[in-house]
């Protein structure tokens, strides 16, 4: 039996990964040489992003228990971005170097 084009009897699921802000060098590489542009997003970023170590186990574990199509699995989601917000104003996360000079 197919549905949707898919077989329903297969273990195979679509859905969608959603993994945020990671900390790759795609992020990092378009800032280098760029001082003052990364003093001006480092902050921020510092408080959307995540490192891939982080990321991933979360995201492979909720691929796993899966039994559903159609499924998106969010990181870092609604309630984690507003919590990291507010937990800004009291809490710094250094995530990023401060400089990106070699």
């Not at 084009?5 to 273990?11: A, C, K, L, V």
């Not at 699921?13 to 760029?34: N, W």
């Not at 921020?44 to 559903?68: A, Y």
């Amino acid at each position: 039996m197919q549905q949707d084009g898919w077989n329903t009897g297969s273990h195979l699921r679509r859905g969608a990964l959603l993994p945020g802000m990671t900390v790759t060098d795609l992020i990092i590489a378009q800032y280098e040489g760029k001082p003052q542009e990364w003093a001006k997003v480092r902050a921020i970023f510092n408080i959307l992003s995540d490192r891939v170590e982080t990321v991933c186990p979360w995201l492979v574990d909720r691929m796993l228990t899966n039994h559903k199509n159609g499924v998106r699995f969010n990181w870092p989601g609604t309630s984690r971005t507003l919590g990291r917000f507010l937990s800004a104003l009291f809490v710094k996360r250094s995530i990023y170097p401060a400089s990106l000079d070699g």
